[in-house]
């Protein structure tokens, strides 16, 4: 069975930065838009960031443009997402996903999500 494994997430302060990672088990997702959402507490989840399978294109949420940098390993099932100057308002739960569409829909593969908690 297809999984997606989320790792890398934590407690930091504002403006330090943490990397997630995302590995796929099961198949290869290699020919899949990969991408990067998170859900907050009470709030429903949200896109923060995606990438073609040739690495070319990229797609970002506007909280997170000139932050956050989602990349991936070629001819891998593995994506990346580098988050610098870290708010509070990035807490949340953030979760892998992987789809054949940009639009992420009912047939996305989903992890099972990592905490990543900005607080003083």
């Known amino acids: 069975q297809a999984q997606l494994v989320e790792s890398g997430g934590g407690s930091v302060q504002p403006g330090a930065s943490l990397k997630l990672s995302c590995v796929a088990s099961g198949r290869t997702f290699s020919g899949y838009i990969l991408g990067w959402f998170r859900q907050a507490p009470g709030k429903e989840r949200e896109f923060v960031g995606s990438?073609?399978?040739?690495?070319?294109?990229?797609r970002y949420a506007d909280s997170v443009k000139g932050r956050f940098t989602i990349s991936r390993e070629m001819g891998k099932s593995t994506v990346y997402l580098q988050m610098n100057s870290l708010k509070p308002e990035d807490t949340g739960v953030y979760f892998c996903a992987a789809d054949v569409t940009w639009s992420f829909g009912p047939r996305t593969t989903w992890g099972q999500g990592t905490q990543v908690t900005v607080s003083s």
């Open positions: 990438i073609s399978p040739n690495n070319i294109t990229t």
